[in-house]
């Protein structure tokens, strides 16, 4: 299975408690780019610019797609349309989340480059954008805002009736 949604939404960390109940592995697409390339993501979006950032995020959903298990998207990557081709078999998680919970989630520091200048207005503004494609893409949509990280594992794996993917 396959969680998309807006930076701050808890994808990397869902992912990592759903993995652990399900036993499956969990690949974090920006863990893969940064371990495949010994770089941050920060350092590749400075040095080589955003669309680099992005084949390296395709190639890294291409290679996860083929093994079993969770699969925990950075916030742009469903944007790309290989991306959706790639996903378009497996069930999709949106894990939403507004403003008000992904702000301090998030700290807006400088590990998410897209969100460095002005972050907030940054954040809501690529929402705006995405939404409509997070809507399409989603199977299931699930709201964290006022929830736990476990709590929202928990309404995950209940959306999908307890059955592993
Ligand atoms: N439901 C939640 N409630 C509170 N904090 C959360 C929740 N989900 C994630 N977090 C925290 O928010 C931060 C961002 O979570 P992360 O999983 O990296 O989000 P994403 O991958 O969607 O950008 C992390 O510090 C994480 O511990
Ligand atoms: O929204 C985006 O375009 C991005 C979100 C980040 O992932 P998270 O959504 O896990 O923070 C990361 O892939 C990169 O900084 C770009
Ligand atoms: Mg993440």
């Given at each position: ?35 495949a390339t010994?770089?941050?993501i ?33 916030g ?5 349309e290989?991306v ?15 403003i008000?919970?992904?702000s ?22 690529l ?14 949509v699930?709201?964290t805002?006022?929830?736990s ?17």
């Open positions: 299975m396959v969680l998309i949604g807006p930076p701050g939404a808890g994808k990397s960390t869902v992912g990592r408690l759903l993995a652990e109940r399900w036993g499956l592995d969990l690949v974090d697409t920006d863990a893969e780019v940064e371990s010994g770089r941050t920060s350092d590749i979006f400075v040095e080589d610019g955003e669309p680099a950032f992005r084949a390296l995020e395709v190639e890294a959903v291409r290679a996860a797609v083929r093994r079993p298990g969770v699969l925990a998207l950075g742009g990557a469903p944007m790309q290989p959706q081709e790639l996903i378009a078999d497996l069930p999709v998680v949106l894990l939403e989340v507004g008000a919970d992904a301090p989630r998030i700290g807006f520091d400088r590990s998410r480059p897209l969100l460095s200048v002005n972050p907030r207005a940054q954040w809501s503004r929402m705006e954008q995405r939404r409509p494609t997070y809507a399409r893409l989603a199977d299931v699930v709201d805002s006022g929830r990280a476990d709590d929202v594992a928990t309404a995950v794996a209940a959306a999908l009736e307890d059955g592993a993917p």
